[in-house]
Each structure stands twice: as structure tokens, then as C-alpha cells.
């Protein structure tokens, strides 16, 4: 943990960089992969399979016997859990549906949009140190609700070639079309080009690690739309003297226990807070788990201590965050002046966990300083807007001699004309 007192303004564009990674031969060995995927599909995905995840497999598709046996693996408990999330979920993606509506923006000419859903996407899943399940439902759960015919999930199995029945039970609740065994860039190439088995999808969405993520704006470049260029998950939380600092402390590590690479920022204007949230770190970080990842990532993290709450939201749009924890007294005040971040959580008790899992909202999100200009996934990301426009005689008379105007003055003859020609029509000149 790295304790920052008072930083000059000019300080802050080395604060916000995110730790710097060497990925020239990342791309190489990305490039290389999908390449043999895109010349020998399936064979290709099942080598990788073995080389990567220790699979033999005879098929990529999981069974219908596949997922009746996962279904009795997860417990009541977590089917429960997993309901509820995916109700949530649902309802907040359902409040997004857009409701066009027709201009008349002149007389006679009529203009509108429509949504359509994008009918057929992909979806990754990570399944390596952590099996998200959670993701399924915050990426299919919006595709079905837009409409998307055909929803294909992409996820490694384990070294016995099975799928974690947590993600099978998610996929099935939330709607998934089909569901390969397939992860990493094998998995992007896959859903990218198509293969035997597996469907070419119009976009990709899902998180993963740098190698999926190379992967995805590879193909991004010819083959598919993807959701967001991405990096590692991160996480500010911005606190003042009246914030809890066993809660501070917890979202900070809830943040850090993603991946090695996951950076945590913390932002108060109160130094004796920074002292309390350095201690319940330390208390707190002997009973995780995943300590030892943890520990990793609070290397890259930044403690900063500001002069008042200005500067401290100040700092937070510069640094744009992935995600967003203002638990100070003023929360409301505060959120008004965001105007850079993925998701935000307001007030001591709404800690990013809720987010991630079950509140409705979607986890994910842009990284990595893209929510400077990216949004999370949401409804809109499954769809289209296409716009329709109609012009009667009337509307010809009201633009026609501004459009043969415009395309003259572009040197666009055949534009002219093709306006020119319905005005002669009508007796327009």
C-alpha cells in the first residue's frame, strides 16, 4: 500500500496510470492461436484444450445430460441466490427498454428510429481461479430480454473436461442458447470465425485475463464487435471522517482478491482514516483465502489523502474508476459531481459485492480508464438503433432545394440529381 499525502494537481496524471504491461508478445502468441482457430476450428479449440486446460475432449458442446447433472450438483441454497440475482437483474435491464417515437421534423418528413436486437452474440466466462457465474446472468439475462436470437457461451471445463455446474445452472436460468467447452483465445477465436461446432457470433462480451482480452480486440479490428476493451478490475473508494473503516477496508480487499494485476484506490480527506483503513487491511487480510493474490495486488494500490471532498471527487474523475464507492456523509452531493466512472455505490452500506452479484445493476464494466468515454453493458448493448425516415410530396417541397444546395456545394452531382429529378416531378425547381 502506497500512502500519498497532499499531491499536487500536477501529480495526479502519474496517480491515475494503471500498472504498465509488456504485452508485444502476448499479441504474438494471441495472434498465432486464433489464427490456427480461424484455419482448423474445432481440432484447433480441442488441442488447445489440452495444452491449456488439461481436457480431452471428444466434443465441445455440453449435453442436455451434462446439464441435468449440474443442476443436481448446486445446492438449494445457491439456486435460490441465484434466482433472486437473476429477478434483479431482470427488472433493472427491463426498465431499458426504448420506446421510439416518430418526428415530424419538417412538414412531411417523418424520422424514427427502431431498436433491434443484435441476433447473435457470444459470451465468455472465466472459469479458471474463480468460476463466474454471476457474469451468465449479467450477460445473458439482458441478450434474452433484448431479443437475441441466438445466445452462445464460451467457458473452460476442468481437467476432467466439465463445466462448473454453477455456470450451467446460471446459463439455464438466465436463458443461454448453447454452451461450449472452450476458454481463452481459443474460445474468442472460436465465437470470432466460427468452427464446426461452434456458431459465429455478430459480438462478443465477458471479462478474462490480458490473453482474452488481447484476444478480443484482435478480432475486434475485422471480425466482430465486442462489448469494451478492457483491462483488470479495479476499484476506488472515496471516504471522509464519518466513513466505517471495517467497511472501507473490505471493499478495498473485495476488489484486490480478483487477480494479481486488480489495483485498488483510496481517497479521504481525513488521515487519521487512512491509518484505520491501513489496520482492518492488515486485520483483515489474514482470514482471506486468496491472501496471497491480494497481497499482490495492494502493491499496485494508492492510498491518497486530499485536501477536501472537491478535490477528492475531482481526483476520482480523473482516475476514472471501474467502479465507484463514495461512502462519505454528503453521498449525494458527492454523486452529482461524478462524471467519470462504471458503476457507483453510494453510502456505507452498499458495498461493491452488491454490484457484483445480485442489487440488478451490471457488473460489467469499462476498466483500465475507458470509462472516460465507455458505459458498462446494459440493454443497449444487445441492440441496434435503426433509423427510418419517409418523405411525401410535401416533405420533398419543405427540403428538397436545401438538399440539391448541399450536395452542389459538395461537388456531389448525383446526389443533386436524384433530389432534383422527384422536385422536377412535382413541378419543383
Given amino acids: 500500500m502506497k500512502v500519498i499525502k497532499y499531491p499536487a494537481k500536477e501529480e495526479w496524471k502519474e496517480l491515475v496510470k494503471r500498472p504498465h504491461l509488456d504485452v508485444s508478445q502476448l499479441n504474438a502468441t494471441v495472434e498465432g492461436v ?17 495444452k491449456f486446460d488439461h481436457a480431452h475432449l471428444d466434443s465441445l458442446s455440453v449435453s442436455e445430460a451434462e446439464m441435468d447433472e449440474a443442476e443436481h450438483m448446486v445446492s438449494a441454497e445457491l439456486k435460490h441466490a441465484l434466482e433472486l440475482a437473476h429477478h434483479n437483474i431482470a427488472r433493472f435491464h427491463e426498465s431499458q ?11 412531411g418528413v417523418e424520422c ?8 447473435k452474440v457470444g459470451l465468455y466466462i472465466p472459469g479458471g481461479t474463480a468460476p463466474l457465474f454471476s457474469t451468465v446472468l449479467m450477460l445473458a439475462t439482458p441478450a434474452k430480454i433484448a431479443g437475441c ?12 473436461g466439465k463445466v462448473n455446474p454453477a455456470i450451467l445452472m446460471a446459463a439455464k436460468i438466465a436463458g443461454v442458447s448453447k454452451i461450449f467447452k472452450a476458454g481463452g483465445v481459443q474460445a474468442i477465436g472460436a465465437m470470432a470465425y466460427g468452427t464446426e461446432s461452434v456458431p459465429k457470433v455478430y459480438k462478443i462480451f465477458g471479462p478474462g485475463n490480458q490473453f482474452v482480452m488481447a484476444a478480443k ?19 476506488c473508494v472515496i471516504a471522509d471522517e464519518s466513513s466505517n473503516p471495517v467497511f472501507v477496508a473490505a471493499d478495498l480487499l473485495s476488489q484486490a482478491e480478483h487477480g494479481f494485476d486488480s489495483q485498488v484506490f483510496f481517497i479521504t480527506t481525513s488521515e487519521e482514516m487512512i491509518s484505520k483503513v491501513v489496520k482492518e487491511v492488515e486485520l483483515q487480510l489474514e482470514r482471506l483465502p486468496r491472501k496471497e493474490m491480494a497481497l499482490k495486488s495492494l502493491d499496485n494500490s494508492k492510498f491518497i ?25 454528503d453521498y449525494e452531493a458527492m454523486a452529482e459531481k461524478v462524471i467519470n466512472a462504471g458503476s457507483v455505490f453510494l453510502g456505507n452500506y452498499a458495498c461493491e459485492s452488491a454490484g457484483d452479484y445480485a442489487s ?13 468515454a465507455y458505459n458498462g453493458v446494459n440493454l443497449d448493448s444487445y441492440n441496434r438503433k435503426i433509423t427510418f425516415q419517409h418523405l411525401s410530396k410535401e416533405g420533398i417541397r419543405s427540403i428538397g432545394k436545401a438538399v440539391v444546395t448541399m450536395a452542389e456545394n459538395e461537388q456531389l452531382e448525383a446526389h443533386a440529381n436524384a433530389m432534383q429529378l422527384r422536385m422536377e416531378s412535382l413541378g419543383e425547381r
Fill in 34 to 50: 486464433l489464427e490456427d482457430v480461424r484455419n482448423h476450428g474445432d481440432e484447433a479449440v480441442k488441442r488447445y484444450e489440452e
Fill in 97 to 107: 427498454k426504448f420506446e421510439g417515437s416518430k418526428v415530424e421534423t419538417c412538414p
Fill in 112 to 119: 424514427w428510429q427502431k431498436s433491434v436486437a443484435i441476433q
Fill in 149 to 160: 436470437e441466438e445466445i452462445v457461451l464460451c467457458t473452460p471445463p476442468n481437467a476432467e
Fill in 217 to 235: 480486440q484482435h478480432v475486434s479490428l475485422h471480425d466482430v464487435a465486442i462489448d469494451m476493451p478492457a483491462g483488470p478490475s479495479e476499484v
Fill in 305 to 329: 489523502l486530499v485536501n477536501d471532498k472537491q478535490e477528492a471527487i475531482d481526483l476520482s474523475n480523473a482516475y476514472a474508476p471501474e467502479h465507484l464507492i463514495i461512502a462519505t456523509s
Fill in 360 to 372: 440488478g445493476t451490471n457488473h460489467t464494466l469499462p476498466t483500465h480508464g475507458y470509462a472516460l
